[in-house]
DNA sequence: AAAAGTAATTATGAATTCAATATTCCTTTG
DNA sequence: CAAAGGAATATTGAATTCATAATTACTTTT
């Protein structure tokens, strides 16, 4: 049942930016120059700007009237506040999870477990993270809440500029592969109130944050940078 | 400091044709013309169409390619699984306000709890539910985080339309202010954990849901369980 | 030479125009 | 008479054009 995806132009625009943004093509702060993205894309100012205006509500850019658009700069605390919020509505699909989730979907999730284990074991960072990002997904997946589902992946959407996976000292990752075998477990006890707890807690975003605290310039934005 | 707020003619619109949702002016399910809302509001189809383009954003309409935009309609399922993630965020914007509230703003909500149960104790459906409210808006914004309050924000709007007051049960409303004495004595204490537990638990929420179930077109939207 | 003021340029906001897709209404055919 | 086909109409998608505000470049003045 694969869900009908409209491609309108503008959308398609609003996606470009956002891999733009994403990447690091259009840094923050950076003015957004509505011809030379229209020469980028070969469309028309008219589709350009709907996709402005659509990332704007998304957050990722912002709009000053009669002066453009500019990418959101992130402050240390918008990041903070947006994880907070993320662990909040992680916790919430853990706990709904436990209702809806099938057999079958629990054996899948233990399977990434495992594999995630050893990736944990063999130190292999970046395939640890892919797959713990998976076991993740499939929990909101189960879920069952679209909206929830929505409102996650615009979260992620705005901060997944500034994630990173780097610098994971020794005893936090041991604290997040703990927290993980607590999560099987209560999920396969079922038990929704636990698992929720446990996401909502879960060390993982914390360490982004703290990570992050010597990337962000914690200062306020109202700087011009950039030439 | 008072914050800016742009008036682009997109956004006049927006807000404008979102009133419309909300009071029934334009009913759920119904197809909007771009040529008679322009007429409307005197508008060329530009700052209208990238209005129906953010509206959609934010899960108020939705487009259907080359076919114009209708208004959502809600489902009961929807409309429970926002009310679940409103829950959530209501508890974690207790969670927040334990740690950032001030003495005098505790001050103020108590002051509102007592207005309420004045309300209560007269009965008087209309104004309790409207310091309700503003009790809740108080911890909202007591909670020092701003994507919270966006998101929060951008949820109450998509279900306004159908929030109802009415039907409140004895029963339920005593539970209902039983929970808010809780509420009061665990942000004065400033029990984080528990002011968090208590509003994710809330009857509000659950209340006006099973109310809706007679209300809303129960039809699922083709969201069989899982497998 | 620095500051202030003004004209020229550029960019944005919004309306209009052109092109495409969908819908309606009428005719034709079985 | 019902269904199918096809013009005529209306609606949407996107480009272009026009108007207005902001930025830059250039004088002028002190």
Redesign the interface.
């Given at each position: 049942m694969t869900k009908i995806l409209?491609?309108?132009l503008?959308r398609e625009v609003a996606d470009r930016i956002g891999d733009l943004i994403e990447h690091g093509e259009l840094l923050p702060g950076e003015r957004i120059s509505e011809k030379q993205l229209c020469d980028l894309f070969g469309v028309s100012r008219?589709p350009l700007?709907?996709a402005l205006?659509?990332l704007a509500?998304?957050?990722l850019i912002e709009?000053?009237?009669n002066r453009g658009a500019r990418v959101v700069r992130l402050t240390l605390k918008?990041v903070k506040?947006?994880y907070?919020?993320m662990a909040?509505?992680e916790?919430?699909s853990g706990e709904?999870a436990c209702q809806?989730?099938?057999d079958?979907?629990i054996a899948a999730i233990r399977q990434l477990h495992n594999t995630m284990l050893e990736h944990y074991r063999n130190r292999d960072l970046i395939p640890y993270f892919q797959v713990n990002r998976q076991i993740h997904e499939s929990i909101l997946a189960?879920s069952?809440?679209?909206?929830?589902q929505?409102?996650y992946s615009n979260?992620s959407q705005r901060v997944k500029r500034v994630r990173y996976s780097k610098q994971m000292t020794e005893r936090y990752w041991s604290q997040a592969v703990k927290d993980h075998e607590n999560m099987i477990a209560a999920l396969e006890q079922r038990d929704s109130q636990l698992l929720g707890q446990i996401l909502r807690d879960h060390l993982c975003n914390k360490i982004e944050v703290a990570t992050l605290a010597g990337v962000i310039d914690t200062e306020d934005d109202k700087s011009v940078v950039n030439n």
């Open positions: 409209q491609r309108n503008y008219t700007r709907e205006k659509v509500t998304e957050g709009l000053l009237p918008n506040d947006t907070d919020l909040a509505l916790g919430l709904l809806y989730i099938s079958a979907e189960a069952n809440n679209d909206v929830l929505e409102m979260l």
